[in-house]
């Protein structure tokens, strides 16, 4: 069980948490569909298909602990993402599409 207290201060009694990826098809990218709470990962695995995959709505599930994603915050939007600034060589407009290659 997690060791940790929610804001109120009383002990949480809650499984950890785990945020859930679904595949939809062959060869799309993973797409986060939700969270579930489980004890481990492969109970994990199994709510999160029983919740988010009962209908066939795709082809491939990953579960990750929430405690594991790490992610920027909106207070370092402009010092985190400066950097990129620099970079307009990366933007496609610098680049011409060769001849014969379909454009969609």
């Known amino acids: ?11 949480d009694s ?7 990826f679904i595949q939809p098809q062959y060869g799309a990218p993973h797409e986060h569909c939700g969270s579930v709470h489980a004890v481990d990962a492969e109970q994990a695995l199994l709510n999160a298909r029983d919740v988010y995959a009962r209908r066939n709505e795709g082809m491939n599930l990953w579960v990750v602990p929430s405690s594991a994603i790490v992610g920027s915050t909106p207070e370092d939007v402009g010092p985190f993402f400066d950097p990129a600034n620099d970079k307009a060589y990366r933007h496609p407009q610098f680049y011409k599409v060769p001849r014969g290659v379909k454009v969609f």
């Open 1 to 11: 069980m997690s060791q940790g207290k929610p804001p109120d201060g009383t002990p």
């Open 14 to 20: 809650q499984w950890p948490l785990w945020e859930v």
